[in-house]
């Protein structure tokens, strides 16, 4: 069974840091690319940074660029999100994603952890 478990969202100030969590389990997840998307009340679902399977090359939304960094550790199924100067704009419920390509294209999600940032 495909399990993508979120950790680490809560309250924070606006200018703190936080670290988000996905444990993953049920699918060879160093043959995943990971994503974390977020969404804001009111508005779409947005990819927020990515991590490639293979090379470890990232990307990130412009929004979040030199302010947040994604990293996985393949030895513990888990890809992370550090937060650091967060605003209030960076309020959303946080969603772990895995795409997996081994011989067909399988997607997974994880049920989303609240970050809220405010004073």
């Not at 160093?30 to 974390?36: E, F, K, T, V």
Request: hydrophobic fraction near 35%; charged fraction near 20%.
């Amino acid at each position: 069974q495909v399990q993508l478990v979120e950790s680490g969202g809560g309250l924070v100030q606006p200018g703190g840091s936080l670290r988000l969590s996905c444990a993953a389990s049920g699918f060879t997840f160093s043959r995943a690319a990971m994503r974390w998307y977020r969404q804001a009340p009111g508005k779409e679902r947005e990819l927020v940074a990515q991590i490639s399977s293979s090379s470890g090359t990232t990307t990130y939304a412009d929004s979040v660029k030199d302010r947040f960094t994604i990293s996985r550790d393949n030895a513990k199924n888990t890809v992370y999100l550090q937060m650091d100067s967060l605003k209030p704009e960076d309020t959303a419920v946080y969603f772990c994603n895995a795409v997996v390509v081994i011989l067909n294209r399988r997607e997974y999600w994880g049920q989303g952890t609240q970050v809220t940032v405010s004073s």
